[in-house]
Every structure is written in C-alpha cells, then in structure tokens.
C-alpha cells in the first residue's frame, strides 16, 4: 500500500521560503510516476502547484512557476517542495500527491494528509 | 486557464440519486477525457473516486459513476448514503494547466 507523508515547518515569515518533504512508502519513486504538490485554502479551493518525474521532467503551476521547486530524492525515496518569497496568500494545506495514468491523462490516486502552513511574522 | 464550475452545493435523501456538474469549455472538459473526480470529508485529503471521465478506481463503490457530454463533465451517486456526505472536487489535468473546480457541497437529507 502506497503511503504518503508530509513535513516540514507550520509557520514560515513571509519572504523567506518554504520548504517542504514528502516521504514514500510503498512503492518506489525512481520506478516510475508523477509525483506532486497540491495546496488548499478556504479561498482558493485546491490549487496544482506542480509535478516532478524521476527522469527530471516538471511541470508547474504558471502561477507559481517563478518560485516554486519540485525535487526528487530517489536514494531517500522522497521528494521535496520549495516555495520562494512567500507571502500570507501562499497561508494552506498542503498536499503531496502521487500522479498515476500515462499518455497525457493523469490524475492524482494517492494522497499525503497534508500539512498546513500558515505564513506570518 | 479558467477553473471548472460546479454547484456550490447540491443535497439529496437516502436512496435518492444526485448529479454534479463539472463546466469546462472547448478546449479542456470539452476536449479530452482528463477528468477526474475527488471526494474530501471534513478534514481529511481528497480522494479519488474517477478518473478519465467514466473509470472508477479498484475499492470505489459503484455506486459512483462518471459521463460527459459536450463542455460538461458529471458525476452521478446513486443510493445516496449518510456517508457520501462530503465536498466533490471535479479536475482536468493538462501538465501546467491542471485545473481544479471550485467543489460541491454534498448534504444527505
């Protein structure tokens, strides 16, 4: 049974960044597999930040795109989220997903529980 | 990208059947067959319940169905029970351009 598990710090300042772990159990990442970030706020509803291949394909969020990084670590079979210069509206829930499917349809079959992260001084 | 539109909320009685929605537009939902469909109970993580439009995963209950015609995207529960109360998530999946609606509210009568 694939497991997800997120962590990291739940209060970041604003401007500095976030940084966050998924870890995997289960199933090994370098096998094979997208693996990403999904947020969640009251406001916003859930949100794709973005997705990292073993291979080193990613995608992300145009939104986000100019601070935001997904990293794998297939040794430690983890994987990583940075958000840079944060500000209160980046203030969530965030999700580590595995990415399941293939030939340009893919959809989000495994969950982390989430962590939230509240961003203030 | 412009997100999905769905019903703030939608109930129904146990037994009874309901249907949410899921707009998109001609270059997305109305496309391809990249939609997929979440369920998230009060503080727990979403969870899949179909993808690809029509495809339910292993250890859903059938009583979940998916279908789509032209723009629009629909998930169907049948046999409502207390415990399909619960926020529905629709989302179309396109690399960068993966797009969440803004999730329906379920209440069981």
């Known amino acids: 049974q694939v497991q997800l598990q997120e962590s990291g710090p739940g209060l970041v300042k604003p401007s500095e960044t976030l940084s966050l772990t998924c870890a995997v159990s289960?199933?090994?990442?370098?096998?094979?597999?997208?693996w990403g970030w999904i947020r969640q706020t009251p406001g916003k509803g859930l949100e794709y930040m973005g997705s990292?291949?073993?291979?080193?394909?990613?995608y992300y969020n145009p939104s986000l795109k100019s601070r935001v990084a997904i990293s794998l670590d297939t040794s430690k079979n983890q994987f990583f989220l940075k958000l840079r210069s944060v500000t209160a509206a980046d203030t969530a829930i965030y999700y580590c997903?595995?990415?399941?499917?293939?030939?340009?349809?893919?959809?989000?079959?495994?969950w982390g529980r989430g962590t939230p992260v509240s961003v203030s001084s | 990208q412009s997100a999905l539109t769905q019903p703030a909320a939608v109930s129904g009685a146990p037994g009874q059947s309901i249907t949410i929605s899921c707009s998109g537009s001609?270059?997305?939902?109305?496309?391809?067959?990249?939609v997929s469909w979440y369920q998230q109970h009060p503080g727990k993580a979403p969870k899949l319940v179909i993808y690809?439009?029509?495809k339910r995963p292993s250890g859903v209950s059938t009583r979940f169905s998916g279908s789509k015609s032209g723009n629009t995207a629909s998930l169907k529960i049948s046999g409502l029970q207390a415990e399909d109360e619960a926020d529905y998530y629709c989302?179309?999946?396109?690399?960068?351009?993966?797009?969440f609606g803004g999730g329906t509210k379920l209440t069981v009568l």
């Open positions: 690809d439009v029509t």
């Open positions: 289960g199933y090994s990442i370098s096998t094979g597999s997208y």
């Open positions: 001609s270059s997305d939902v109305g496309l391809y067959n990249f």
């Open positions: 989302c179309f999946y396109a690399d960068s351009s993966t797009i």
């Open positions: 990292s291949y073993h291979t080193g394909q990613t």
């Open positions: 997903v595995r990415l399941s499917g293939g030939s340009y349809s893919w959809y989000f079959d495994v």
